[in-house]
């Protein structure tokens, strides 16, 4: 194992210019740090929507109420990492104004939908005693379901969670959690290292988001599986399209 801290941030300016002949092996080099890191992880993280699932949940809440077009486009400009987050949230919610009945009746009826090979991985991960965390910006009762169809402790999850009034009506969202916040998933990563002192810890996702919670995350993995966030795929050092990738990262340690 190496014994170097894997640095996920931007090669540091004051490196030494490389010739452009020697680019390419600069960027190999750093592509095979990452995956060392990935091979050796304490904890992975994942975000949910459009990574471990399919579709972005609050965009599935927001079809189920009626406001789908609207909310769809405010989902595109907050993943972009355009607007803040915690702004997105705010006025899609304000759109959306599920109600707790809804909100059950979107988990029953329409089930969030596991990204191929996602189960495979996560329990893979599990055999190797690495500990899965999901990170996400949708809602508990939601991501909640999809760490039951995965086997992941429920204290294991952190997301956003609806707050409704004593007949069900849509009261708003609990602000303090930091998923709620641009930046949250990084304090969340903070948190995890700290708490369990975690010495290698993996960020997968599709979005901004997710993108900049490395560092303190120690390596960053991009997932275009569901959908391309152009952002994302342009910075990402390592950037999938399959979980197939990194289960195959796996069986080569």
């Not at 095979?32 to 949910?48: G, H, R, S, T, Y």
């Not at 987050?85 to 705010?90: D, V």
């Not at 059950?104 to 893979?124: A, D, F, M």
Request: glycine share 8%; net charge neutral.
């Amino acid at each position: 194992m190496a014994q170097h801290r894997v640095q996920c941030a931007d090669i540091q300016n004051d490196l030494i210019f490389l010739s452009h002949n020697r680019k390419p092996l600069k960027r190999m080099s750093s592509l095979m740090e990452l995956k060392e890191v990935f091979q050796n992880a304490d904890a992975v993280c994942f975000d949910v929507d459009s990574t471990v699932i399919k579709e972005e949940g609050i965009d599935e809440l927001a079809k189920f109420c009626g406001v789908g077009d609207a909310v769809a486009e405010m989902t595109r400009r907050a993943m972009g990492g355009t607007v803040t987050f915690k702004a997105a949230l705010t006025a899609r919610l304000a759109l959306i104004r599920p109600s707790y009945e809804q909100v059950q009746k979107l988990i029953s009826e329409h089930p969030p939908q596991l990204t191929p090979g996602i189960r495979e991985l996560v329990n893979r991960l599990h055999q190797r005693g690495v500990q899965v965390f999901l990170i996400s910006g949708g809602f508990q009762s939601i991501v909640e379901h999809v760490a039951l169809q995965l086997n992941i402790p429920t204290a294991n999850v952190f997301a956003n969670r609806l707050k409704f009034y004593f007949n069900g009506e849509y009261a708003g969202f609990d602000e303090t959690q930091p998923t709620a916040e641009s930046g949250g998933k990084g304090q969340v990563i903070s948190y995890l290292k700290e708490q369990f002192q975690f010495k290698k810890v993996v960020m997968i996702g599709d979005g901004a988001t997710d993108m900049e919670a490395c560092p303190p995350a120690d390596c960053f993995i991009g997932f275009g599986g569901n959908v391309v966030r152009k952002q994302v795929k342009e910075k990402a050092k390592w950037y999938i399209t399959h979980f197939d990738e990194l289960l195959k990262e796996l069986e080569e340690r």
